[in-house]
């Protein structure tokens, strides 16, 4: 036995052993990460893992033989033991990647998932509870999924806004896939009933009807339960599409964000509120009472800051008071945890507009997007940045990247065509309002941003049609009044637009509309010292529309005015 040792340690036997086991760990780690990032099939990792498995072996036997100064001479034994290993490897090898190729349906039907469509859309689950109340708890389930899935860089995940519309639908799986531009479709439901919470789900290759996976989950309903019903699905789901799951992320998307299920019940509340817009005043309210179970619940912060960041849009607050608090708990948020990708959009949102910093903020939003590649939001508000930067095909190249993930968003089709709009490119404009309008005849921004186009082409009479067709469907937004004042202005309507200023004027009104649509309404009626009066109060107030003043048509007859220049430059940006 002495000898047998003495010879393993002449041989360096467990120095080679080492230092193989450092470099394969190494190796596997990196090819993880790469492979992560650059979407390659899962069978890749796994077969150089059996590989380097395999090569342990053969490592030992090169030790064996080579290890000791001097014997370097190779023996017949030697070659046939590696040769031996080399078979086994190659078989275990393609044993553990004949996965990577695109598999075959029940039915002999070949599946259409290649490596390449590694894309899904999580349909709303139904709710299968007794209660009607429960179905607040089901989609606070099915945005949970979205939002971890979405972390996953090698996978598309369609966005809730999207996946919304087929709620209820009898549509065939391989219809909705075509129209969503996905391969795979999860769909499921979830029952509550007493102290139990039953999850079930499939997920389905909908070009051939074949089922990748599917599961039940039947557990006692606590907070810790829930998340860990989301976290297994997500996972599942990367595996079953041959995603890549680097230990970081997985890491993230097994995290529990809180213990407390009345704060997680009221969270989802708040961010159901969110969604909608409907009523942003009790969403705000819903994460503050989440916050007071929970302190520590780092999502209800980053809601939290999500709905202030949204409160002057809507006309709820001014941007003065609404943005600072905004900053406070988003920082708060990614106190509590980093890995958040929300709250870095949120944060960026506000360094442009509220602080003038428009390299911060892009550095932000790029975190954020890091973060989460499919979060379409962020994608959306970052072409909005770049947009009114002036980046314009980096913008655009963006906004396509944000409507790939949300497909189905008439807002988002909306908004971007309100940037074009304000960078006067208004025949792409008209066209992708057409689109929007003709499935959604009511949407009130398509409206107003229609009549902006129609104005600025010539066509007052059916622009200003449109324009009080849109303020008309958003009575309570000021915002929507002032860009109506300013569309009258710019059509010659002077008696009208004075008689919606003076009311927007009146009081306080106009810190819950937009300063700088004001100005805009009285750069149209020639009065260029209120105009400027008023885009001082806007950069007082910090209002976001503010941001479109480089390029934005309706302050062309200020441009000449040294004042107008010294406002662009002071916000940050350039004339060109």
């Known amino acids: 036995m002495a000898s047998f040792v003495q010879r393993l ?127 607040f708890f089901v989609q606070g389930i099915h945005d949970d999924i979205l939002t971890q899935l979405a972390k996953i860089n090698s996978l598309t995940v369609i966005s809730r806004t999207s996946v919304m519309q087929y709620a209820g639908t009898t549509k065939p799986m391989r219809e909705i896939a075509g129209e969503l531009g996905v391969a795979a479709v999860l769909e499921g439901g979830v029952q509550r009933a007493g102290d139990r919470v039953r999850v079930n ?19 006692e309903l606590t907070a810790t339960n829930i998340f860990s019903i989301q976290s297994d699905i997500a996972r599942k789901i990367a595996v079953a599409l041959q ?82 608090q905004a900053i406070r708990s988003a920082r708060q948020a990614l106190a509590l945890d980093s890995t958040l990708a929300e709250p870095y959009a949120t944060l960026a949102q506000v360094k442009y507009v509220f602080e003038w910093d428009w390299d911060a903020a892009d550095l932000l939003f790029r975190r954020a997007i890091g973060l989460s590649p499919n979060y379409a939001n962020g994608h959306y508000w970052y072409a909005y940045f770049l947009f009114r930067r002036g980046r314009v095909e980096e913008a655009l190249a963006v906004a396509e990247v944000a409507l790939a993930l949300d497909p189905m968003s008439p807002s988002m089709e909306a908004g971007i065509a309100g940037r074009l709009y304000n960078i006067r490119r208004f025949d792409e404009a008209a066209e992708r309002l057409r689109s929007v309008l003709a499935e959604n005849p009511n949407h009130p921004a398509a409206n107003l941003w229609s009549g902006a186009v129609l104005v600025a082409t010539g066509d007052y009479e059916g622009g200003i049609a449109a324009l009080e067709r849109g303020a008309s469907l958003a009575p309570k937004s000021m915002s929507s009044q002032t ?94």
């Open 243 to 324: 995603a890549m799951l680097a230990p970081e992320l997985e890491g993230r998307i097994e995290a529990l964000p809180t213990e407390s299920l009345k704060a997680y019940e009221l969270y989802v509340r708040g961010r159901q509120l969110w969604h909608s817009r409907a009523s942003l005043d009790r969403a705000s309210d819903y994460f503050a009472r989440a916050i007071d179970l929970d302190p520590n619940y780092a999502l209800a912060h980053s809601g939290l800051a999500a709905t202030y960041v949204l409160l002057p849009n809507y006309g709820y607050d001014s941007p003065s008071y609404s943005y600072p």
């Open 9 to 135: 340690t002449e041989r360096k036997i467990a120095q080679w052993a080492i230092a193989y086991v450092a470099g394969a760990w190494l190796l596997v780690e990196v090819l993880g990460f790469v492979a992560e990032n650059f979407g390659w099939p899962v069978g890749i990792v796994r077969g150089t893992a059996v590989f380097l498995g395999v090569g342990f072996f053969v490592a030992l036997v090169l030790a064996w033989y080579h290890g000791e100064k001097g014997q370097q001479r190779v023996t017949g034994l030697e070659l046939l033991i590696i040769a031996g290993l080399l078979l086994v490897a190659g078989a275990a090898v393609a044993y553990v990647t004949r996965g990577s190729a695109p598999e075959e349906s029940e039915t002999g039907a070949p599946s259409t998932l290649a490596s390449d469509l590694r894309s899904v859309a999580v349909l709303p689950l139904v709710n299968r509870s007794a209660v009607q109340e429960d179905e």
């Open 483 to 576: 860009i109506l004042a300013a569309g009258y202005a710019s059509a010659g309507e002077g008696t009208r637009a004075r008689e919606l200023l003076k009311g927007l004027e009146a009081d306080d009104t106009w810190r819950r509309a937009s300063p700088a649509w004001i100005a805009a309404a009285y750069a149209q009626l020639g009065e260029a010292d209120r105009a400027f009066d008023w885009l001082q109060r806007a950069l007082e107030e910090r209002d976001n529309w503010l941001m479109n003043i480089r390029t934005e048509p309706l302050f062309d007859p200020l441009r000449a005015d040294e004042r107008f220049v010294s406002i662009v430059r002071r916000v940050g940006l350039d004339l060109e």
């Open 201 to 219: 789900v499939q997920l389905i290759d909908a070009g051939s009807d074949a089922h990748l996976w599917a599961e039940t989950y039947d557990e």
